[in-house]
């Protein structure tokens, strides 16, 4: 079936450094990418996302790139902030046979002050 | 407040019995989505509903059940509960027909002793 992957599983850097978020899909026929933010103890909010048409979207000091011929996309976060300090989900609508939003297991991201 | 609201918050049952958590879109929003969240577990996806109808269905187990009503709110029946459904239920909507831009709700943790 439909599978994300996502690494690492939990990342730790200093405030002001950079943290990058891998995952990859298998479906060939996903065509959008979200990526969410939890809180502890709160919902996940979309961040956000990238569609199949383009390679790459940023916005302020999060960025998402798309490789869709090897089929992984990644969150860039530069100049950390200890506010940063959550867990992140990404996301693939999978297509086969229905579309549905599927999520990897998440990464907790620490920054350390 | 995030537009997409859960109820109750917090629920706590005994094993064997049976649960209804509920949940109302955004306004405009045509599609719920119901996703399961176990202790340092992703995003289980359970099931979509579309304007009424059932569009797809996750990993869902035969003791659990959706219907979307005519006023678009959505609720999710848990039956024969058991230790192990014990997690945070969250549910989203989107105004399409699939899972893109999705907004979750708070969620409701579902504790069963």
């Known amino acids: 079936g439909e599978n994300v992957e996502q690494h690492p599983s939990t990342l730790s850097v200093q405030e002001g450094d950079s943290a990058v978020i891998k995952c990859t899909y298998s479906?060939?026929?996903?065509?959008?990418f979200p990526w969410y933010k939890q809180e502890l103890g709160k919902r996940p909010q979309l961040i956000i996302d990238?569609?199949?048409?383009?390679g790459e979207k940023k916005d302020q000091r999060i960025a998402v790139t798309l490789n869709k011929t090897a089929k992984h996309f990644s969150l860039h976060i530069t100049e950390t902030q200890p506010e940063d300090s959550a867990v992140y989900f990404c996301a693939a609508l999978t297509q086969g046979g229905s579309e549905k939003l599927v999520f990897g297991k998440g990464t907790k991201l620490t920054v350390n002050p | 407040d995030s537009g997409v609201t859960q109820t109750p918050k917090h629920l706590i049952t005994a094993t064997g019995q049976r649960v209804t958590l509920r949940c109302s879109p955004r306004?405009?929003?045509?599609?719920v989505y119901w996703y399961q969240q176990s202790l340092d577990q992703g995003l289980q996806f359970l099931i979509q509903y579309y304007n009424g109808e059932e569009r797809a269905k996750g990993n869902i187990l035969e003791r659990f059940s959706a219907q979307q009503f005519p006023d678009l709110h959505s609720e999710l029946n848990l039956s024969s509960l058991e230790l192990g459904d014990s997690a945070l239920y969250f549910c989203?909507?989107?105004?399409?027909?699939?899972?893109?831009?999705?907004?979750f709700g708070q969620g409701t943790r579902l504790t069963v002793v």
């Open positions: 479906d060939s026929a996903s065509n959008y």
């Open positions: 306004s405009g929003d045509l599609s």
């Open positions: 989203a909507s989107t105004p399409y027909n699939h899972g893109a831009e999705a907004f």
């Open positions: 990238i569609r199949s048409n383009v």
